[in-house]
């Protein structure tokens, strides 16, 4: 016998109008939709509790690492075909990175911090830069261009550094376990 919580058997109730006895005397279809509808909320909660124990930013302070280390074996590779290969995935991994931040997180954050947004709105020049310097690279990629290559590495060091010791800490502490998991989920859709 499955050990169904109350919260799933008020849900079931509620929006199918399907009880436990319905869903294991009732019709066909009543019993089918309780068992799917039971494997998804496992899932989801599963899904849940493996967020819970991970942190925004460890999970984001990982992708960091993660991008840090394909554009320096980008910069390491000489050659052409491999470099081009590493430098697309890092433009996009940093893509679906700052799509995390700019969908995600600063509006989560925006609407935790009131109008005290100077930190977000510096973030997000910042991007802006990040992006820029990406463009750049794209373009010299035939003619590698190692001043470039140097003002994205440092750009990327001090925005990475901002966001991992001031806003990516700010954010764990002003949520609760399930808007984290919320959060987190949506990054790993
Ligand atoms: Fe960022
Ligand atoms: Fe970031």
């Known amino acids: 016998m499955e050990n169904y919580d109350k919260e799933f058997l008020d849900f079931m109730k509620a929006k199918y109008r399907i009880t436990l006895d319905d869903a294991t005397d009732g019709q066909e279809s ?11 909320w496992k899932h989801a909660k599963r899904i849940y509790s493996q967020n819970s124990e991970i942190s925004i930013s460890r999970f984001m302070s990982d992708d960091h690492s993660r991008l840090d280390y394909i554009f320096e074996e980008f910069r390491r590779s000489k050659k052409a075909g491999l470099a081009s290969q590493l430098f697309l995935a890092f433009k996009m991994g940093m893509e679906r990175h700052i799509r995390w931040e700019e ?19 510096e973030l997000i020049l910042q991007h802006k830069r990040i992006r820029g ?29 901002m966001e991992e010791e001031g806003m990516y ?12 998991g919320e959060v987190l989920s949506r990054m790993k859709a």
């Open 30 to 40: 009543q019993i089918i939709t309780f068992a799917v509808a039971w494997n998804v």
């Open 103 to 121: 969908e995600i997180l600063f509006p989560l954050a925006r609407r935790k911090l009131g109008k005290d947004t100077a930190m977000l709105d």
């Open 133 to 161: 310097s990406i463009r750049d690279i794209s373009g010299r990629l035939d003619s590698r261009d190692a001043g470039l290559e140097n003002d994205l590495e440092q750009l990327l060091a001090g925005h990475d550094k």
């Open 169 to 180: 800490p700010w954010i764990d502490d002003s949520i609760d376990e399930r808007e984290k």
